[in-house]
Structure formats: structure tokens, C-alpha cells
């Protein structure tokens, strides 16, 4: 980082990833601090700046206030090896110190504490957070914990036809179970075989006698709200069977109409795009939280459909970043997903429900976050935004904030509105639309958020 680009920092303002400090006074809150960052996002400390951005300088001696704030580094478990940078400003001497996330399945703490950074405030995870702090890090997740199961509960038929979508039709010919198993890494042996809750999840013979909290209960209402219920199902089984007959419930109870095509055949067009009912299915499956006891919830009523999974996004994880980033709460249910062609890990299932949806002139999907679970809501209402495919499919608005962003190297949503003289309900809308497909990337949060183009995109 050039003496430029860190004064752009500074004018930009503290936000979750940029703290300012006036001096190294406590060795302790940096320990603390440094922890926060590399548990969150990873982020970086400017010592000799005030909280209002003004250029203070360090007074203490540089080469020993940087011993200092390694031997801070080190007080961390695991220790942590932070960049400590030296600039001159104003005649003034500063200090950045950066420090990089965490590398996944690990976490700092400090004096047995973990620490994270939440806006502008250093938090202590404990009790049930600390439970769920690990499980968003994918310390503690459901489908790796070995189950009760063995062998015997496992349905061959099952692992046969999940080999040969592999393409590994004769593997069990010259292998055992035991060896897909181990091989597979969806089993581990050390005396006896211990049987992953995934594998049981997919393969067992009865899954539900394992985990009864896989029930996905559907129901189709007369009108808009639940009361009278016209149609039914609850669905207790693996993952592929739970999604297909799923599928295959709203397909049936969705109105159709019938299109004569240009061939002079008869077509059935129902009311939603399927792809995005199916997408929105599968995401409940491979996202939902495992461990709550409750259930998936598809509901139809006359002007939407609700998919209702429990859990709500990973702790940490701001809801700006949704749909931008590719989040894996069960790894190797979302690794057999893919393997069973459901999922493709891109992080691209948000943008392409949107489109899909306005291609078929439809309102844009609705992501409901809340504390305990997700829901998604297809309306059938007429929606009137087209659907983005490239760079000419955007806006005037956002063609303008592209072009300044190409010139310059960030964005703020104040000059978002300046530079298109409009509202800022319009500004938001707009850059929340160009995250969304990826044009740009937030750096930050709350009113030090700013905006740089993603140059895989662009």
C-alpha cells in the first residue's frame, strides 16, 4: 500500500475494517483488536491518527513500539503475523498495522477469549454465540460430527447410484463400502469406522430415524394468507429425494397457462420460471441450519410462494454481502449437491433467480434475513426491470458510476447521488443491483462505506 492509497483510508473514515488509534497505549487492546480483525474480515490499525482523521503522529520510539506491537501479535493463540508499516505524513510519522483474516476452520483468541469485529464495536463471543461463531467458521458443523450409525444403516442402492453419476460404476466391485467411505472422506477410522452425519443424511436407509428435523413440510392455501389449506405433503428423506419431490408438489399446484409455440406446439408455461423455484429449494437444502429442530417450510398462496429454511446467515457475515459471496454453512452437503448437480458454488444463484424472474416479467425475488431462519418469496406481481446480462443492460445511472469508478478508485454512495443528481433511496437501489451482479464490491461498513470496482467483472 502507497502513502496515496493509505491517505484515501484515512479520508474515508474508520469503518469495520479501519480502526484509527492516537498511540499504542495498551498492549492488551491491541491483542484484543488484532484478534477482532483476523475472526472477522482481517482489517487494519493506523496508529497516530485521531478518531476524526486527523493526522497526530507517533511520539513514541518506531523501532521499539514495533517490538511492541509484535510481541502483541504473539500474546495471540494461535499468534498471528501481522504487516507493520511506517509512513510519513505532514512531516508526521504513522503506523499501519494490517492483518489478514483467518484462514478457514481457524480462529484466534486472546487470554482463552474470542474476539470479533461488528461495526465499529470489538465484540466477545461467548455461550451460545461462541457455539455459533464456530459453526460460521466451519469449526463446529453438522455434517462433519460422526453420527450413530454404521454400515448397516447405509442403503447400497443409494451409494451405487451416487457412484455412477461419479462415474465410477465399478468401484464396489473391486472395494468395499468401508473403502468409498474412507476414500470419499465421508467416514473416519481410527479402531472403528465412524460414519459422518452427511453420509447418513444421503445414504442411510431411513434418514429421518437419524434426523428428524429434515421434514420439509408443503402446503398449498386458498388466497393470500394461511388459513384454509387446499393441497398438503410433509417429506422425511435425503436431500436428493427431499428436493425433487418437492419440485414436484409446487409444479403440480402451481397454475399453468398453455403457449402455442412457433412450431405450432402446445407449451405449458406455469406461473413462476421453475429454475428459480428449484434454485430456491435447493438452497433451503444445502443451507439450512442442521442443528435447529425445525423444519423447511414451502408455502403457496395465490400471489407468492414462501421457502422458509431455519438459520440465518453465518455470524459476522453483513446481509450487504448476500448474494454477492458463495456461503457454505455444510460443506460436504454442498460438496454432494454439486456432485449430484444441484448446486454450482459460484456464488451466482442470486443474480440468475433475478434475472430469471424478470425475463419472465416478473417482481424481483424477496430475501427475508432474520434471526432464526431465511425465507425467500416469489411474487407473481408484474415487475418492470429488465434483466442484466452485461454492461449494456445497466442503467444510465450505474453506466456513470462505472465509468467514475474506472477513473477514480472508489465510491461513495453521497457521490453516488451527486454525480446522478438523485435520491438516495435511488442511489441505493442502484448499487445494491450493481453488487448484486458484481460490477462492484463494498469495502466497509456503515458511513464509512465505500465502493471499488470488482475486477473479476469488469
Same mark, same amino acid.
Given at each position: 500500500?502507497? $502513502? ?9 473514515? &474508520?469503518?469495520?475494517? @479501519?480502526?484509527?488509534? !492516537? ?66 505524513? &505532514? ?8 492483518? !489478514? ?27 451460545? !454465540?461462541?457455539?455459533? +461463531? ?11 460430527? #460422526? ?7 447405509? %442403503? ?16 464396489? =466391485? ?9 476414500? /470419499? ?8 469406522? =465412524? ?61 399453468? #397457462? ?17 429454475? @428459480? ?23 403457496? +398462496? ?12 453465518? +455470524? ?36 440468475? *433467480?433475478?434475472?430469471? *424472474? ?25 415487475? /418492470? ?10 442503467? &444510465?445511472? !450505474?453506466?456513470?458510476? @462505472? ?13 453516488? *447521488? ?11 437501489? %442502484? ?11 463494498? @469495502? ?12 473479476? $467483472?469488469?
Amino acid at each position: 500500500m502507497d $502513502k496515496d492509497q493509505l491517505l484515501e483510508v484515512i479520508e474515508n473514515g &474508520e469503518t469495520q475494517e @479501519v480502526e484509527f488509534k !492516537q498511540s499504542f497505549h495498551s498492549s492488551q487492546d491491541f491483542s484484543k483488536l488484532m484478534s477482532g480483525f483476523a475472526n472477522t474480515y482481517g482489517g487494519m490499525i493506523i496508529i497516530g491518527v485521531g478518531a476524526k482523521k486527523e493526522v497526530i503522529g507517533v511520539k513514541d520510539d518506531i523501532d521499539q513500539l514495533q517490538q511492541r506491537i509484535s510481541a502483541a501479535a504473539q500474546a495471540i493463540a494461535p499468534p498471528i503475523v501481522p504487516e507493520i508499516q511506517v509512513y510519513t505524513i &505532514e512531516g508526521k510519522k504513522i503506523i499501519a498495522i494490517i492483518i !489478514q483474516k483467518a484462514i478457514d476452520n481457524t480462529f484466534h483468541t486472546f487470554q482463552g477469549v474470542v474476539y470479533v469485529k461488528v461495526g465499529s464495536t470489538l465484540k466477545k463471543i461467548e455461550g451460545n !454465540q461462541l457455539v455459533e +461463531f464456530l459453526r460460521s467458521r466451519q469449526i463446529l458443523c453438522f455434517d462433519e460430527i #460422526s453420527g450413530e450409525g454404521t454400515i448397516h444403516n447405509l %442403503d447400497i442402492e443409494k451409494v451405487k447410484g451416487y457412484l455412477k453419476i461419479r462415474g465410477h460404476d465399478d468401484f464396489l =466391485k473391486n472395494n468395499s463400502i468401508e473403502n468409498f467411505l474412507i476414500s /470419499s472422506k465421508l467416514a473416519s477410522k481410527n479402531g472403528s469406522i =465412524k460414519i459422518k452425519n452427511a453420509t447418513l443424511l444421503f445414504f442411510a436407509k431411513e434418514p429421518a430415524d437419524f434426523f428428524p428435523q429434515i421434514e420439509i413440510k408443503l402446503a398449498q392455501f386458498d388466497g393470500t394468507e394461511p388459513v384454509k389449506i387446499i393441497s398438503h405433503q410433509l417429506i422425511q428423506s435425503d436431500p436428493v429425494n427431499s428436493i425433487e419431490k418437492s419440485l414436484s408438489f409446487v409444479k403440480k399446484n402451481l397454475s399453468k #397457462s398453455i403457449e402455442i409455440t412457433d412450431k405450432a406446439k402446445r407449451e405449458e408455461k406455469f406461473e413462476y420460471p421453475i429454475d @428459480v423455484v428449484r434454485e430456491a429449494i435447493v438452497n433451503a437444502v444445502a443451507h439450512r441450519d442442521y442443528f435447529s429442530k425445525d423444519a423447511i417450510q414451502i408455502y403457496l +398462496f395465490s400471489n407468492r410462494i414462501e421457502i422458509t429454511s431455519p438459520g440465518s446467515l453465518p +455470524f459476522g457475515l453483513p446481509r450487504e454481502l448476500f448474494g454477492t459471496l458463495s456461503v457454505r454453512r455444510n460443506p460436504i452437503i454442498y460438496h454432494l449437491l454439486r456432485d449430484y448437480d444441484y448446486v454450482e458454488g459460484l456464488g451466482s444463484g442470486v443474480p440468475r *433467480m433475478i434475472n430469471s *424472474m424478470r425475463e419472465h416479467k416478473l417482481k424481483d425475488p424477496e430475501f427475508g434475513i432474520y434471526e432464526h431462519f431465511f425465507r425467500i418469496t416469489l411474487y407473481n406481481l408484474k415487475g /418492470s426491470q429488465k434483466p442484466i446480462e452485461e454492461y449494456a443492460d445497466l442503467n &444510465e445511472r !450505474q453506466k456513470k458510476a @462505472v465509468e467514475f469508478l474506472k477513473k477514480h478508485k472508489s465510491i461513495k454512495t453521497r457521490k453516488y *447521488m451527486e454525480l446522478n443528481n438523485t435520491s438516495f433511496g435511488t442511489a441505493i437501489a %442502484d448499487i445494491t443491483e450493481l453488487l448484486k451482479f458484481k460490477y462492484v464490491k463494498k @469495502v466497509g461498513s456503515y458511513r464509512g462505506a465505500y465502493y471499488v470496482l470488482n475486477e473479476m $467483472k469488469n
